[in-house]
């Protein structure tokens, strides 16, 4: 997909009819596609960005569908140029865009009409190739619309840089990500094949004649019915609540900059320590996890060295009683021989020993040898405790030479440790709650505290939604399981049941090649991502691995230690450039042509993650990149740079006087001036 052509008319600051193409184009030496849209703050670059999801969703431009009453209320503040009066005007907004699926191409035209008066009335008018769509119903081109660009697929191409790290900080609830997770990588198409075996196979269990079953089956799907729409439910609410706690960080972000401005170095001296407290509260949390784990383990018995000491001593003892246990039992069968021997006149033939002497030579010979082979009765008849095979006995011995040598070792590195981690996040608490006697600051902090616990509370209500959330999604599973079980039966019973059969392996055939397309692509996401974050943090060596889970898709990062790290351990720029990575990995992994638009791009970000932006993402992330920026995000060095990439330029000039936009081109300098 790459968008041609925006055009509003009378919409918000933009009086009057505005276009703008936004074709990428080919330089003299090199591929251009970057369009570049400045404008001071206020100027109307979030109207322009938010116009092309509001031409192609209306009511649903903002996530999860508006009511009837505020949609109206939204248009008619939208719309400007109205009478005197303020009650009648008329806007529109038309995009144009190039769409390509399988091996097919078309161009689309999608304008969206508002007229203003009494009531608002809305157009939709979709045309293709020039020509209005008549193989699809007027009331279905909403639809239409949807099925071709997703809204939540369309929200991951289309956003505001100030809050793209949300899809890091949002992973467990963040609904546009997962979704397109499967579109991008091609798994829906395999999922939609499934889909309609699973409603041919019902198909064919209705005409089958089993009653019985096919009204439990119908009583089945009415429940899974209710519980997708409690589900659907419960993901608009967890919308607005992320929608509350974007305006919630955004408070914090205002107050927090106010006492910076008013406490001076103190603030920001306060955040730095902040980020320390939490590396520390990590670290602590890893040292007490290892010294749980020892006291699980081998601990209990480094406490006591001396009975581990008299333990030792004493399998050794059980282990000789038993070899020479072991060997009484060889040396008596033996001695029983020797004495047969011993009683044969062959032994005596030529010994010179008169017979009469015989018997009592032979009794000394077996008393001398049996002093001196058998183990006397006091090495034999004490008891064995505890009967070990010469393994466990191995295995025991070293368990114990480690409990008395090892742990404490061990155990004390981590004491000390975490001794110091301890004592300095307290020293780091008391300088976070060291605030100024300031009358200024002062009720500034306690207003960010009160945010802070509206952020808990919202927070609190995602972690409730979650749950609600699971639980529904555990019903759903279990429906799920219980209506293939009974289409199973059902399918016992069709006299056609060869058709069946060859549906049901073809389902099972999708599973295992959904199950390796699955493995495929989230390794090759895997590694792309992995590049993509290195290759925009230009921190090497920090991350070394990325896992992403199958099941839900939830992307771990691991240290060159092994180690998982927390998101919360990143910072905000690094949790931005990693939602921008995640956006590249998935477009590069995809193979498909999508554009990038983006919003305040370098906002939150500081010198060094701006370079790796503008010198590697915008460059060469796409065949289309749009960005909206103001004159200190993409500033006249980073314009120089872009400027051989930028295939147009357009500048947002604001007037105060007649309170309206003009669009011109060339950005707040001319590609024709730098390049001079």
Known sequence: MLLRRLELENVRLFKGNHSLDLTPGE??????????????????????????????????????????????????????????????GHAFIEIEFEFSHIGQSHIYTVKRYWQVGEKVEEHLTIKRAGHRLTDIEVDQWQEFLNELIPPRFARLFLFDGEKIQNLVEQDSTNLYLKDSFKSLLGLDLVEKLKADLSIYISQQNRASGAVGLQQELKTLKEQLGTIEEEIEVVDQEQAGLVTRLDQ???????DEALISQEGGSYARKREEMKEEKSRLDGEISTIENAIREMASGLLPFAITPRYCAQLQDRLRAEQEMLAVKQSQAVIEARLAEFSKELKSSLVWSDAGV???????????????????????????????????????HRRLTHWLDQAVTE???????LTNRLESQVEERRRVAEMINRAPPDEVIAPMIQHLNE??????????????????KKALIFQETETERKIKRLQEKLTDSLDNSRK??????????????????????????????????????????????????????????????????????????????????????LTLTSGRQLPFIIDTPLGRLDSDHRGNLVMDFFQNAGDQMIIFSTDTEIDLEYFKTLSPHIARAYHLDYSHTAKQTEITPGYFWTLEKVST
């Not at 006397?376 to 008891?383: M, N, Q, S, V, W």
């Not at 945010?451 to 609600?468: M, P």
Request: glycine share 6%; charged share 25%.
């Open 27 to 88: 330089g003299a030496s090199e591929h251009r596609p970057i369009v570049i849209i400045g404008g001071k703050n206020g100027a109307g670059k979030t109207t322009l960005f938010e116009s092309i999801l509001l031409c192609l969703y209306g009511p649903q431009f903002n996530g999860p569908r508006m009511s009837a009453p505020k949609y109206n209320q939204f248009i008619r503040q939208m719309v400007s140029g109205r009478s005197k009066e303020g009650l009648t």
């Open 248 to 254: 919630v960080n955004a408070a914090i972000e205002r």
């Open 354 to 392: 008169p017979p009469e002497s015989r018997d009592d030579v032979a009794s000394r010979v077996l008393s001398l040898v049996e002093s001196r082979f058998l183990p006397t009765r006091e090495a034999t008849d004490k008891p064995l405790i505890h009967q070990l095979s010469e393994t466990d």
């Open 407 to 413: 742990i404490p070792q061990r155990l004390t590195g």
């Open 451 to 468: 945010l802070h616990q509206q952020l808990g509370q919202v927070l609190e209500q995602q972690r409730t939604q979650d749950s609600a």
């Open 500 to 585: 069946v059969s060859l549906a049901q392996q073809s389902q099972r055939a999708l599973d295992d090649y959904m199950a390796e397309l699955q493995k495929e692509k989230l390794t090759q996401l895997k590694e792309t991502l992995l590049g993509c974050f290195t290759r925009l943090l230009r921190k090497e060596g920090y991350i070394t691995d990325i896992r992403i889970a199958p099941e839900d898709y939830e992307i771990t990062l691991i240290d060159r230690d092994g180690t998982s790290i927390e998101k919360d351990r990143l910072s905000a720029g690094e949790k931005e450039i990693f939602a921008i990575a995640i956006l590249w990995a």
